[in-house]
């Protein structure tokens, strides 16, 4: 049993850093601000990954977050804690998000430039359906109790910690290199490949990697230079070369 709860909780943390590393290294930077453009493969690769782990669907992340560059912290910012207040946001960020999907035009105004392929409008946008297939596999490899100890495990990290400190401790608490709302948590980037170092990325949006200091650690940072040494992936200019 002990063995058994291990595998469940080592898996459970693959999954977290999978889903991590796939919405920051795809859904942010990539598709959301062209800090990378990445070969058709590769990006189906990321998309795949973000289907079983998280259900996310690629417009609709893209779209909310792009409306919330560009009201940051202001009326329109669909997730300010600073407009609807810190425990709002960071335990209900998912809500506000469905929110904002469902009860308004941000996909199609934000979101126009992103194109659907056959399995974007096929497979990937079924977001439960990736779910469920996902945690049908997770669960025929380690066993029913423990795949769903897993898959739960990485539900609450995923939306309810990571995801949700970005939008609300790191608007709320930490320091700032640059001049904006934002704030940098260095603790929280090595656990969300790199997002905690939110104030850089508002400062240089389009930047590939989001560390500036040296102090500073982007995890996502080496597995994009390998993409791009492997040539699956082109950047755009990091942050030192902009801020220069």
């Known amino acids: 049993m002990l063995a058994s709860l291990v595998i469940s909780l080592v898996v459970a943390v693959v999954l977290i850093q999978i889903a991590v590393f796939s919405t920051t290294i795809y859904l942010h930077r990539t598709a959301t601000h062209k800090a990378l453009v990445m ?31 560009a009201f940051t912290d202001e009326e329109g910012d669909p997730h300010s804690p600073m407009l609807k207040g810190f425990w709002k946001v960071q335990l209900g960020n998912v809500y506000y998000y469905m929110q904002e999907v469902k009860n308004t035009d941000v996909v199609e105004r934000y979101a126009r430039d992103v194109k659907h392929g056959w399995w974007d409008r096929h497979v990937f946008r079924h977001g439960l359906l990736g779910l469920a297939v996902g945690t049908t596999a997770l669960c025929m490899v380690i066993g029913l109790g423990w795949g769903l100890l897993a898959a739960g495990i990485h539900a609450v990290m995923y939306v309810f910690v990571l995801s949700s400190s970005i939008n609300g401790l790191c608007h709320h608490v930490g320091y700032r290199n640059f001049d904006n709302t ?36 982007d995890p996502a940072w080496p597995i994009i230079k390998l993409l791009i040494a492997l040539k699956l992936a082109k950047p755009y200019k990091t942050i030192e070369e902009v801020a220069a």
């Open 182 to 217: 934002a704030t940098n948590l260095r603790f929280l980037a090595l656990l969300t490949g790199g997002e905690g170092l939110h104030n850089n990325h508002h400062g240089y949006p389009r930047s590939p990697k989001f560390s500036f200091r040296p102090s500073e650690i």
């Open 39 to 69: 070969t058709p493969a590769l990006e189906w690769l990321f998309k795949f990954a973000l289907w079983l782990t998280t259900g996310i669907e690629t417009k609709e992340w893209v779209a909310v977050h792009r409306k919330h560059h």
